[in-house]
């Protein structure tokens, strides 16, 4: 028998003289152009079609804008969604599920304050029947009342039990904290609000809202651009409005101030949620603020995470990350900390902010984010999936391929000055404010002697 010797990955990482030396990184180049096709249709839909032959399928993405400030508009938004792809003139449920599956596809739409949103997808040969079951849908949809009925029932329970939830709980209280009566801070109806919806409204809601114009279609595939494009325009001829799709009104920008402590009796953990007005991903120092907040708590290697996680034990995970509108940007903060820790949380996060302001990122520390920042970028959009999701979350925001392609360079080329001013000027303990969910009869009298946190 021959015996075989393995050695350790820090045995081969060494040698007699010390740790190898690792080989420098190389530059960053710009990304290929795919073949694609960015043009609005006669109807006032804009279609973008990416060549992309990874596999032979395709993925669709719809994004409608679809706001409204009625008070039962997010109920009626929610059961069309549900509904949509249930039945029209010529196909019940089972016959779009049969058609779609006859091509290896699937189908699903789902809303939110800002949008109503269709995803799908298939084999690419079968693009043309994918694109016929979302035509039918979006011109055809009857809303039978059994399945509104069904649908709404449905929903209900959904609604009952995601408020039963502390993450939502938190979301609900943050939303409400930071825009108020906006129609943005509602994401989820009322549970009762959802058996005042009748059949004729979502019907109505779908004449009136479910539009082309302003609207963005997203093919992502192994498809010919210029092809798919046409079929397109073909099958879609018929979806006609003379009405745009309704935008969000501009949110107001964030006030910082005092972070409210909503009481949730008897809760052993605590939700800290904290949030601070920042900028597009059109503005020109977007990049180096990128940066600046994975330094802080937007990958694992980040300080707050170093931090309140493996240094300190109080959280099993925290991070900062960005939402994005279609004209600004925030930024959050999220933790969920046992309720004896949650005080003590709370101050190292804000300490953590300031000494990103006070103490900026190292040459190393920005070198770490970038290389993060532009990886993930690209791993991300190297799936057909994921770089139809990408184009449809930046079309959503009036940006194309372009800036896609174009990211990577000016992440790379951000400096470690530029990072420490967006860090000034956006990580500034005072620029944030926020909620903490948890039990105020345990928080309040420690939160009380560190100052800045109020009992809503």
């Known amino acids: 028998m021959t015996s075989v010797s393995y050695r350790t990955a820090e045995q081969i990482g060494h040698t007699e003289q010390g740790p190898r030396p690792l080989p420098p990184l190389g530059e960053q180049t710009a990304a290929t152009q795919p073949s694609l096709v960015d043009t609005v249709l006669p109807n006032g839909l804009r279609v973008v079609a990416v060549r992309k032959e990874s596999v032979p399928i395709v993925e669709l993405r719809l994004r409608i804008p679809f706001a409204g400030a009625e008070r039962l508009h997010a109920a009626r938004a929610e059961v069309l969604a549900n509904v949509l792809l249930t039945g029209t003139e010529r196909r019940d449920r089972a016959q779009f599920d049969t058609d779609l599956a006859a ?27 994918l694109l016929d079951v979302l035509g039918d849908a979006l011109t055809g949809a009857v809303y039978r009342n059994e399945e509104v009925a069904r649908e709404s029932e449905r929903l209900v329970e959904r609604i009952t039990m995601a408020r039963s939830q502390p993450s939502v709980i938190a979301r609900e209280a943050l939303q409400k904290h930071r825009y108020g009566d906006h129609p943005y801070a509602k994401e989820m109806p009322e549970a009762a609000e959802i058996g005042e919806v009748t059949p004729e409204q979502v019907r109505a809601l779908h004449k009136a809202a479910v539009v082309p114009r302003g609207s963005l279609l997203v093919l992502v595939g192994d498809i010919d651009p210029d092809a798919a494009v046409s079929t397109v325009g073909s099958v879609l001829s018929g979806w006609q409005s003379d009405a745009s799709a309704s935008v969000l009104p501009t949110l107001p ?15 052993v953990q605590s939700q800290l949620r904290l949030s601070a007005q920042t ?4 503005d020109p120092g977007y990049a180096a603020l990128q940066v600046a907040n994975l330094v802080f708590g937007g990958y694992f290697s980040s300080r707050l995470v170093e931090n309140i996680r ?12 960005f939402e994005f509108t279609k004209d600004t940007a925030t930024v959050l903060v999220e933790a969920d900390t046992a309720s004896g820790v949650t005080p003590a949380a709370f101050w190292e996060t804000r300490y953590e902010l300031g000494r990103l302001v006070v103490s900026p990122p190292s040459e190393s520390e920005v070198d770490n984010a970038k290389q993060y920042a532009i990886g993930s970028l690209l791993t991300s959009t190297s799936s057909q999936a994921g770089l139809c999701a990408t184009l449809a979350a930046l079309g959503a925001v009036g940006l194309s391929y372009d800036w896609l392609r174009d990211q990577p360079l000016r992440l790379a080329a951000v400096t470690v000055e530029q990072v420490a001013e967006a860090a000034r000027k956006f ?6 404010t926020g909620i903490v969910v948890g039990d105020a009869d345990v928080l ?11 009992l809503s």
């Open 103 to 129: 091509v290896g596809g699937d189908m699903s739409a789902v809303v939110d304050p800002e949008r109503l949103s269709v995803g799908g997808s298939a084999l690419a040969s079968g693009l043309d029947v």
């Open 253 to 267: 920008e964030l006030t910082p101030g005092d972070v409210q402590l909503i009481h949730r009796a008897g809760a």
């Open 279 to 282: 900028v597009p991903r059109t």
């Open 310 to 321: 493996e240094d300190k034990g109080y959280t099993y995970g925290a991070h900062s990350y």
């Open 427 to 432: 990580f500034a303990p005072s620029r944030f």
């Open 444 to 454: 309040a009298p420690e939160f009380r002697a560190l100052g800045g946190v109020v």
